[in-house]
């Protein structure tokens, strides 16, 4: 165990910082059932929509040929009322005539009429079930978002009082950057932004580190500094094991390395790794300042 403040203090915000990170990705996570629900909700408005147009749509032809029919009807029954006060066959073929095409007229205008009237009856049936399912996707919608709302309070909570724990341990032995910068690692590189390093072998990437910079790390580690390993960017620490452990250790690594064709610079050397020393984590400065 390492008599470094610092670093003490840093494993223990590491512990707090992965809880804080799961909650965190709990939070993105939450609203998926919702979304998928809101999905439904916006298709099913869509549809009442339409319908509800088309309905409207249905009324007004329906409207226009009750209108007909009425003026056909009224036409028919001039045309019989007219028959009363002919006078010679002349006028009583011309009005017969005439009125056999009113009766035509009449009824084609009835059937017309009742079809549409039967087809407005039917799409107002289909227009109330889509309502109803619609109020109903609308209530659930609902329920699931104070669901979630709440819920998402209820982590936020825990990840508040995850802040002042760290905040805590941090106190003024942890400088506002280092704190800011260890936090990014540790989201980074899955939980693990501080590790220890066994013989030559960094245990976050498991790649070996050159001979004297593991004894400029001892010295660093004693006199407070930060180090970081120059291949994945943690912070890191020299954990003194046993010296037989600590040598087949290292051996262990560089033969599983050869046996891999792994080598430093392919694998996760500083250039080549994306997620390597990037600008967040801040590991063009100066580390001496913390
Ligand atoms: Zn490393």
């Known amino acids: 165990m390492s008599r470094n403040e610092k670093l003490d203090c840093l494993k223990k915000l590491q512990v707090i910082l992965q809880k804080k990170f799961i909650l965190e990705d709990k939070i993105k996570s939450i609203p998926a059932n919702l979304k998928a629900e809101e999905t439904l909700l916006a298709s099913a408005r869509e549809k009442y929509q339409n319908l509800s147009d088309f309905y409207e749509s249905l009324q007004n032809e329906q409207k226009s040929l009750a209108i007909r029919y009425d003026d056909a009807f009224n036409k028919r029954s001039e045309y019989e009322k007219q028959m009363e006060f002919i006078n010679t066959q002349r006028e009583f073929e011309a009005l017969t005539k005439q009125l056999e095409e009113a009766r035509?007229?009449?009824?084609?205008?009835?059937?017309?009429?009742?079809?549409?009237?039967?087809?407005?009856?039917?799409?107002?049936?289909?227009l109330e079930a889509q309502k109803s399912e619609l109020d109903t996707l609308e209530e659930k919608v609902r329920e699931e978002k104070s669901k979630v709302d709440s819920e998402i309070a209820g982590i936020t909570d825990e990840i508040s009082t995850l802040d002042a724990e760290c905040e805590a341990i941090k106190g003024d032995k942890i400088s506002d950057d280092l704190y800011e910068k260890f936090s990014n690692i540790v989201k980074k590189k899955d939980g693990f932004g501080i590790v220890p390093v066994y013989g030559q072998v960094c245990t976050g990437?498991?790649?070996?580190?050159?001979?004297?910079?593991?004894?400029?790390?001892?010295?660093?580690?004693?006199?407070?500094?930060?180090e970081y390993c120059p291949y994945c960017s943690r912070i890191i620490y020299k954990e003194t094991l046993d010296e037989d452990v600590e040598r087949s250790y290292t051996f262990e690594q560089l033969e599983s390395q050869k046996g891999e064709g792994k080598s430093v610079s392919q694998e996760e050397s500083v250039s080549s790794e994306s997620d390597n020393y990037d600008e967040s984590m801040g590991m063009d400065e100066e580390f001496e300042d913390f």
């Open 205 to 226: 990437c498991d790649l070996i580190l050159p001979v004297q910079f593991v004894i400029d790390l001892e010295l660093k580690s004693e006199k407070g500094e930060i």
């Open 104 to 126: 035509i007229s009449e009824q084609s205008f009835l059937k017309l009429r009742d079809s549409k009237t039967n087809e407005l009856e039917r799409v107002r049936t289909e």
